[in-house]
């Protein structure tokens, strides 16, 4: 049965009229038009479909809308302010970090992720929180390299 889903979507109030066992993916995609979250797996493996939920990265594929209601869900769309890039997504596009860019808004949210947890990662540990964010492009290295920068940068302006 169809029901009313209110949350707040980066940074904007939303209500969706839709199934609530639905998953999330699916509802930014098709209802609400971000779709900057990519389809990869469908299981919650591959990381493509990462968003974060009240800061934290998840996996809309497996997360039910209903489970959001109230709460603060962002996409990739909604990380840059005012057309600024935001210091992950520099970084990324800096170090070359972006290849065909299908895993780049997981890999980019799951960095945003850790960095608000642990603004100063070593790299074992960034690359343990992207060990399950898939990119068949080979740009792991990259990616390190650019969350690294991105860590200092962010720490720097604080």
Avoid at 66 to 79: F, N, Y
Wanted: with cysteine; aromatic share 4%; net charge positive.
């Amino acid at each position: 049965m169809a029901q009313t889903t209110r949350f707040i979507l980066n940074g904007k109030p939303v209500a969706v009229e839709t199934e609530g066992a639905r998953p999330l993916l699916w509802v930014l995609r098709g209802d609400l038009e971000h779709t900057g979250t990519k389809y990869g797996c469908g299981e919650g493996i591959c990381g493509t479909c990462t968003v974060l939920i009240e800061g934290e990265a998840q996996r809309a594929c497996v997360v039910p809308v209903a489970d959001v209601a109230g709460k603060r869900v962002t996409t990739i769309e909604g990380l840059s302010q005012g057309g600024t890039l935001h210091p992950v997504q520099q970084a990324f596009v800096e170090h070359g970090a972006i290849q065909c860019g299908y895993c780049t808004p997981g890999m980019v949210l799951t960095a945003v992720a850790l960095l608000e947890r642990n603004p100063n990662p070593s790299e074992a540990q960034i690359r343990s929180a992207l060990e399950a964010n898939l990119c068949r492009c080979g740009t792991h290295q990259r990616v390190v390299a650019a969350v690294r920068a991105a860590a200092r940068k962010l720490r720097a302006a604080s």
